[in-house]
T-cell receptor
Framework: AQKVTQAQTEISVVEKEDVTLDCVYE???????LFWYKQPPSGELVFLIR??????QNEISGRYSWNFQKSTSSFNFTITASQVVDSAVYFC?????????????FGAGTTVTVRA | DAGVIQSPRHEVTEMGQEVTLRCKPI?????LFWYRQTMMRGLELLIY????????DSGMPEDRFSAKMPNASFSTLKIQPSEPRDSAVYFC?????????????FGEGSRLTVL
């Protein structure tokens, strides 16, 4: 069963528009971590944020913000006033303590294209 | 500090050839992961090591795939014989298990093309 679902395959916006990426996860653990990674066209995976299951505070970092809601098992990511450099594939990931080791399960990714 | 270092960055080989991908984790990290990324299957965990010991290799697709970690600073992923469907980007990642957050630090990936 898919543990992390990113329903949006592709999103295209014009520069300065806001864009929200959805992420829904599934786990039976009470302790887990959620992540967002960015993969720009160059191919590397860049860590953006980590959230633990006990901290439901929303977070803002510059133009990026994250909304974590345990009630709906969602961890959504918003880019405000998007820029061309934001064009990338964004992955949501879940880390569960299944065996004492945390392993990342990734969603399928959402490709964001920001047009000038 | 150097990040996770992978080599080669690009590999083109012919079907049936042996392929060896290499990874040097971040110094001090004690968990190492091999992921494969394809268009069809996304990012899949192949195998991971803790303190150089393979813990879970359930993601390794077939016996043609093998991975080793002879010491804390080096790991290899070998495919023998390679097939066109093995074409993918292979990522190595490392983490510090004591942090227990699952945050992984990824290498730049090795892009494999099997003709």
């Amino acid at each position: 069963a898919q543990k992390v679902t990113q329903a949006q395959t592709e999103i295209s916006v014009v520069e300065k528009e806001d864009v929200t990426l959805d992420c829904v996860y599934e786990t039976r653990d009470t302790t887990y971590y959620l992540f967002w990674y960015k993969q720009p066209p160059s191919g590397e995976l860049v860590f953006l944020i980590r959230r633990n299951s006990f901290d439901e505070q929303n977070e803002i970092s510059g133009r990026y913000s994250w909304n974590f809601q345990k009630s709906t098992s969602s961890f959504n990511f918003t880019i405000t006033a998007s820029q061309v450099v934001d064009s990338a594939v964004y992955f949501c990931a879940l880390s569960e303590d299944l065996t004492g080791d945390y392993k990342l399960s990734f969603g399928a990714g959402t490709t964001v294209t920001v047009r000038a | 500090d150097a990040g996770v270092i992978q080599s080669p960055r690009h590999e083109v080989t012919e079907m049936g050839q042996e392929v060896t991908l290499r990874c040097k984790p971040i110094s001090g990290h004690n968990s190492l992961f091999w992921y494969r990324q394809t268009m069809m299957r996304g990012l899949e965990l192949l195998i991971y090591f803790n303190n150089n010991v393979p813990i879970d290799d359930s993601g390794m697709p077939e016996d043609r795939f093998s991975a080793k970690m002879p010491n804390a600073s080096f790991s290899t992923l070998k495919i023998q014989p390679s097939e066109p469907r093995d074409s993918a980007v292979y990522f190595c990642a490392s983490s510090l298990r004591q942090s227990n957050t699952g945050e992984l630090f990824f290498g730049e990936g090795s892009r494999l093309t099997v003709l």
